[in-house]
């Protein structure tokens, strides 16, 4: 299964073709939608089982490329991969050699940072590129290069690529403040610290669900670490990490892409398989807006308002309105009454998709990190991009609003965070369909808009 997505760009008798999103408007979404692993967690969580010395069991793996490609990139490191069923994988990296891996693959996805944690806790060493993946702005990883030379590691970026070699051959624990919150950062120096010898002290932590998660994995397969979620997390190296079983949790950002889809449809749908606690932010802005939202033990229900209230938003490190849902929700908000205000305040340059709502008849203005919607317009059909993941699914709700077809190019960004966007969401009522196009078509001819 591992290679599962390579299709979506294909070569034929020498002429690109490319897949799309060919979307059929102004439809509602009834039903009920099973949410998958969490991606934040589990590209995290399958660089960590490089540095475990026994077999992993790892449940709840969505079915996305990011997952498959560091899935490879383990192979190539000689970790042996076997699929027990379609979201759930043994992942057993007893025989795995330091060696480089992959630049084809190490390039396209963030999270490839992960590995030089995981790579200098197993080996002492590591080298990958600098990290890939969607593209909105400026995100450095020099808090990631704090925390490994606090651990004792000599770091070195040239050529595109990340060089660190702990000077004893081990990491040794260190105290590490944090200069900005770091989701990533935070998580990469848990996976380096779980070997290091002593014990480290994370200060100024991320705090996100994700990052709880992979904690518990790793304690569950022999870690001592202690404060995942708050701003101090402690880690008591250990000497080995024997084998286990663990189950990730849901999606919290897949989750919220739903509600909004729900909401912004003016549907009813039922989100199965959710933490509640974990999308407290959204569902307290969605209700904000008039959308009804009940919240079960396991599960969340949604339904659409008749008419949308404005509201404003700002971004924020968890637990505040998470920097994944504000595209989906600039979209809602594109279809709400009155004036409504976006302030992003986790990333520099989050608002490309701008651009494509415009092409749909939205109404936006947008000055550096603040964004101002004129709702109340109606979206039509366009041919728009996928500027990137959450962008990507931003795209997508608005074609299902938009009266008429939209096209949506770039699907690859979209299909790195969502296990079956597609399917899932024609089950819902969606009138979604993936086509080919050669790379040198015009799509706008097949767009009607009514």
Do not use: W
Not at 63 to 82: F, N, P, V, W, Y
Not at 304 to 312: E, H, I, K, M, Q
Not at 412 to 437: M, P, Q
């Amino acid at each position: 299964m591992v290679g599962l997505y390579a299709g979506r760009i294909r070569q034929y008798r020498k002429v690109l073709i490319l897949e799309k999103y060919v979307i059929n408007g102004a439809t509602t979404l009834h039903g009920e939608v099973e949410i998958s692993g969490a991606k934040n967690a589990a590209v995290a969580i399958i660089p960590a089982a490089l540095m475990v010395d026994g077999v992993c069991c790892i449940e709840n793996i969505p079915q996305i490329s990011d997952t498959d490609m560091l899935l490879t990139i383990l192979k190539e490191l000689g970790a042996k991969i076997r699929y027990i069923n379609k979201s759930t994988i043994e992942i057993d990296a007893r025989n795995a050699t330091y060696k480089d891996a992959p630049y084809d693959l190490m390039r396209k996805i963030r999270a490839s940072y992960y590995l030089i944690g995981a790579m200098l806790g197993r080996f002492g060493s590591a080298k990958t590129t600098m990290p890939g993946g969607c593209n909105f702005g400026v995100r450095p990883i020099d808090q990631h290069i704090k925390g490994m030379t606090a651990l004792g590691a000599d770091v070195d970026v040239k050529n595109g690529f990340v060089y660190a070699d702990a000077r004893d051959g081990r990491l040794h624990g260190a105290r590490i403040y944090l200069d900005k919150v770091s989701v990533g950062a935070t998580m990469n120096i848990i996976i380096a610290a779980a070997l290091a010898q002593g014990r480290t002290i994370i200060e100024n932590a991320a705090r996100e669900p994700h990052i709880v998660d992979l904690a518990n994995f790793l304690n569950s397969m022999g870690a001592d670490i202690r404060g995942a979620g708050t701003d101090t997390v402690k880690i008591n190296g250990v000497d080995k990490l024997h084998g286990g079983s663990y189950a990730i949790i849901p999606d919290q950002i897949e989750a919220g892409t739903y509600m909004v889809a729900a909401a912004a449809t003016g549907g009813e749908v039922l989100l199965k398989n959710v933490i509640p606690r974990h999308l407290e932010c959204i569902s307290a802005k969605l209700r904000e807006t008039g959308t009804i939202v009940q919240e079960n033990e396991d599960s969340v229900l949604v339904k659409g308002a008749s008419t949308l209230r404005r509201v404003n938003v700002k971004t924020l490190p968890y637990p505040g309105f998470p920097t994944d849902m504000q595209p989906p929700m600039g979209t809602l908000l594109c279809l709400a009454n009155g004036t409504s205000v976006i302030t992003e305040g986790v990333y520099d340059n989050r608002f490309k998709y701008m651009n494509e709502l415009r092409k749909m008849g939205a109404e936006v203005q947008v000055d550096g990190r603040v964004a101002v919607i004129e709702g109340g317009r109606r979206l039509t059909g366009a041919l728009v991009q996928a500027c990137d993941l959450r962008a990507g699914a931003a795209m997508v709700i608005a074609g299902m609003c938009a009266v008429g077809t939209t096209i949506v190019e770039d699907i690859h960004y979209i299909e790195r965070g969502y296990e079956d966007f597609v399917g899932k969401l024609n089950a819902l009522g969606a009138d979604i369909k993936i086509v080919d196009f050669p790379d040198n078509d015009d799509s706008e001819k097949i767009i009607s808009v009514v």
